[in-house]
């Protein structure tokens, strides 16, 4: 079965308290990609990568890191995390398809961070 | 930039009443549209999509119609289920290399008996 899975799918934290949300994927795809969900703005992307070792910003990644050293693997780090950073992130893969960015994405079912 | 625009929600039906959610979009190119819907406590899943103009998707009795000229992609259902109760998206996939999705703020449905 297709899966992306995300862990944890709930946190409460407290503020500069380091922590990382892991996404693994199944399908062997080169594209993955984190976005967050917060309430009139739809998901916006944070960080994406097109392979192993290839990583780059999305449209707010300020105090986010991610790496990429395994296919499957796409971990999302909160280095310090602050009160702002309290939302519902996803984690999704594409392949690439043809090329022309027309292929479906397969999500995660979230997690949900708060930060205290 | 890329944009999407989606009407506000929520929109509150009756089963079996007609179901449109306008979507527009602002992008440079031909990028292909896309539909995705959410239920409760649940990831994203792709509804429907379109990939050039005049094309028209459909899965589950949902239809949208990639429209050029008015850079439009509303979404339809002739009769609605309780079960359509969900948060919908329209989003747009770029086609330059990032390849990002570029989402709506998306459109609570609730359907009631």
């Known amino acids: 079965e297709a899966q992306v899975t995300q862990n944890p799918r709930y946190l409460i934290t407290v503020t500069g308290k380091k922590l990382t949300v892991t996404c693994s994927q199944n399908?062997?795809?080169?594209?993955m990609s984190w976005y967050r969900q917060d309430p009139g703005l739809g998901l916006r992307q944070i960080y994406y990568?097109?392979?192993?070792?290839?990583?780059d910003k999305g449209d707010v990644p300020e105090g986010y890191k991610v790496s990429r050293k395994e296919k499957r693997n796409f971990p999302l780090i909160l280095e310090s995390p602050s009160p702002n950073q309290t939302s519902l992130y996803f984690c999704?893969?594409?392949?690439f398809g043809g090329g022309q960015g027309n292929t479906e994405a397969f999500f995660g079912e979230g997690s949900r961070i708060t930060v205290v | 930039g890329d944009s999407v625009t989606q009407m506000e929600g929520p929109v509150t039906l009756s089963e079996e009443a007609f179901l449109t959610i306008n979507c527009t979009y602002t992008a440079t190119g031909y990028p292909s549209l896309f539909w995705y819907v959410q239920y409760p406590g649940e990831g994203l899943q792709l509804l429907l999509k379109a990939t050039k103009a005049d094309d028209k998707g459909s899965n589950k009795g949902f239809e949208a119609t990639y429209r050029k000229e008015t850079t439009s992609f509303h979404l339809e259902k002739g009769s609605v289920q309780v079960s359509d109760s969900a948060v919908y998206f329209c989003a747009l996939s770029d086609l330059t290399g990032r390849r990002a999705l570029t989402f709506g703020s998306g459109t609570r449905l609730q359907v009631q008996p």
């Open positions: 399908m062997n795809h080169e594209y």
């Open positions: 999704a893969s594409r392949s």
């Open positions: 990568s097109m392979n192993v070792e290839v990583t």
